[in-house]
T-cell receptor, first 113, second 117 residues
Framework: AQSVTQLDSHVSVSEGTPVLLRCNYSSSYSPSLFWYVQHPNKGLQLLLK??????LVKGINGFEAEFKKSETSFHLTKPSAHMSDAAEYFCVVSYSGYSTLTFGKGTMLLVSP | DGGITQSPKYLFRKEGQNVTLSCEQN?????MYWYRQDPGQGLRLIYYSQIVNDFQKGDIAEGYSVSREKKESFPLTVTSAQKNPTAFYLCASSIGKIGGGDTGELFFGEGSRLTVL
């Protein structure tokens, strides 16, 4: 069965320091991987996606993620956190032949001044 | 502006009542989805529809019902059979069929928060 694991339920950083949100997926050929962000009481917004092109994917708001097949990981990073980055982040996987997506349980990013 | 509109944003229900959550999209997307979100649980799929007049159960369909009479609309009814309906409900759409060569990107509405009193 397809699965995705977000290794941290909460991550706390100071403004201006790097952000790392970790995600591992169950091994399969041809996964598509996504990171979504959700601000309180809002819907989810796509940050970036990997669909078998370049392994380093750049998204909106300065975020990027690297697909590492050998480690089955797709970690999300940002060089310098901003207060507005405080939100919940979801890693999502899609496999060819499966008609639905699988969501991780989310990582809450807290940014302190 | 193209997008997904969910209503109402907040809804209160007494036990034993059915309620219907509205979801409308003007993106001309074929596929639509309903998710339930509980704290610490991520998103769980309730129902999805890839074409008008057809829909499939997701992982937690018990106590819910849907219809897809028009491409733009995918209402969700939370029935009295749903044992724990208090949650945040999210509707989403995608251009095509996920897993069928499409990118799988979902577009979400702003959500409806249902509270059972």
């Amino acid at each position: 069965a397809q699965s995705v694991t977000q290794l941290d339920s909460h991550v706390s950083v100071s403004e201006g320091t790097p952000v790392l949100l970790r995600c591992n997926y169950s091994s399969s050929y041809s996964p598509s991987l996504f990171w979504y962000v959700q601000h309180p009481n809002k819907g989810l917004q796509l940050l970036l996606k990997y669909t078998s092109a370049a392994t380093l994917v750049k998204g909106i708001n300065g975020f990027e993620a690297e697909f590492k097949k050998s480690e089955t990981s797709f970690h999300l990073t940002k060089p310098s956190a901003h207060m507005s980055d405080a939100a919940e982040y979801f890693c999502v996987v899609s496999y060819s032949g499966y008609s639905t997506l699988t969501f991780g349980k989310g990582t809450m990013l807290l940014v302190s001044p | 502006d193209g997008g997904i509109t969910q209503s109402p944003k907040y809804l209160f229900r007494k036990e034993g009542q059915n309620v219907t959550l509205s979801c409308e999209q003007n993106l001309n997307h074929d596929a639509m989805y309903w998710y339930r979100q509980d704290p610490g649980q991520g998103l769980r799929l309730i129902y999805y529809s890839q074409i008008v007049n057809d829909f499939q159960k997701g992982d937690i369909a018990e106590g819910y019902s849907v219809s897809r009479e028009k491409k733009e609309s995918f209402p969700l009814t939370v029935t009295s059979a749903q044992k724990n309906p208090t949650a945040f409900y999210l509707c989403a759409s995608s251009i095509g069929k996920i897993g069928g060569g499409d990118t799988g990107e979902l577009f979400f509405g702003e959500g409806s928060r249902l509270t059972v009193l």
